[in-house]
């Protein structure tokens, strides 16, 4: 089953009073590249969560995003600088001794005193967050291939049916051949008479053409390796791997031997059906760039 390089995918789970959010979107590319964006107190997840993504994709560029929110209210500690109210409180004590002030120094005072009253926010683990990360990237790794996947369903049959028409296209070369064999031995023939009656045969010119039709007339080899070819590519489209480099060099393969049947048999008929190739070997190479 082939498989597209691109998609998306998205993913949420929750836990720990956090709530996490993954999406994936995957495009064309030469290899495999995994580019990650999240917070950075979460930056220690990264590597692991770029190992998971690569056990499904194997071929594309992936560009991830992690966020998380708090998923319910959570109230900041208060702490009471104990210290340093003890030094306000002595201070104070001091100078109203010294200016012989009267009162008392309240706590209310106290507390209005810079650093005496401090929040902080609770303190997290980021390694309890993994299992909900984990869960979120799970969910959003598996749409990302379900989309892959049913693109990549679409591909094929796309292919396969372009492959079917160039299978057609090669049976009329092959049923044309012999008749271009025929037309040429009688050109042979034409130019054979006309150097006969011109005077003695040359020799050497007279192999030389025959090497030359044995040449061009025969184009037997590259038919048969054009059916190979055609055979090897329905054999990857059904394949479960990665196939988008293999086809790529099928493709290769096949428009140098559609070209070499272009340039050997010279005919009109098979030229038309050799452009028409030519055609559907393009399109199918624009959709293989598509496929992991």
Not at 62 to 87: C, F, T
Not at 175 to 183: G, L, N
Not at 247 to 275: H, Y
């Amino acid at each position: 089953m082939l498989t597209s390089m691109t998609g998306f995918g998205r993913g949420e789970a929750a836990g720990g009073g956090k709530k996490f959010t993954v999406e994936l979107k995957a495009v064309n590319h030469r290899y495999c590249e995994i580019v990650l964006r999240l917070p950075r107190n979460m930056v220690s997840l990264e590597e692991r969560a770029r190992r998971q993504i690569q056990t499904a994709v194997r071929r594309g560029r992936v560009d991830g995003y992690i966020s998380l929110e708090d998923a319910a209210e959570q109230s900041p500690l208060v702490k009471v600088d104990k210290g340093l109210a003890g030094s306000y409180y002595k201070a104070m004590k001091e100078l109203q001794a010294e200016l012989a002030l009267p009162g008392e120094v309240s706590p209310t005072w106290l507390f209005g005193m810079p650093g005496v009253l401090v929040t902080e926010e609770p303190a997290t683990d980021v390694e309890e967050w993994w299992p909900f990360v984990q869960q979120a990237l799970t969910a959003a790794v598996d749409g990302l291939m379900s989309m892959r996947r049913a693109e990549g369903a679409r591909l094929q049959v796309d292919l396969l049916e372009r492959l079917a028409r160039i299978e057609e296209l090669t049976r009329q070369i092959e049923a044309r051949s012999p008749q271009v064999v025929k037309e040429y031995h009688t050109r042979l023939k034409q130019r054979l008479a006309e150097w006969l009656a011109g005077g003695p045969l040359d020799e050497a010119r007279l192999a030389t053409e025959a090497a030359l039709f044995a040449e061009r007339s025969n184009i037997n080899e590259e038919v048969v390796r054009l059916y190979s070819h055609l055979a090897q590519m329905r054999n990857f489209l059904a394949a479960e791997e990665a196939v988008g480099r293999k086809l790529d060099f099928l493709l290769q393969e096949m428009n140098r031997e559609i070209n070499t049947i272009a340039s050997k048999a010279g005919d009109l008929e098979i030229g038309r059906a050799v452009v028409e190739v030519k055609s559907e070997l393009e399109k199918i190479r624009e959709q293989v760039q598509n496929i992991e």
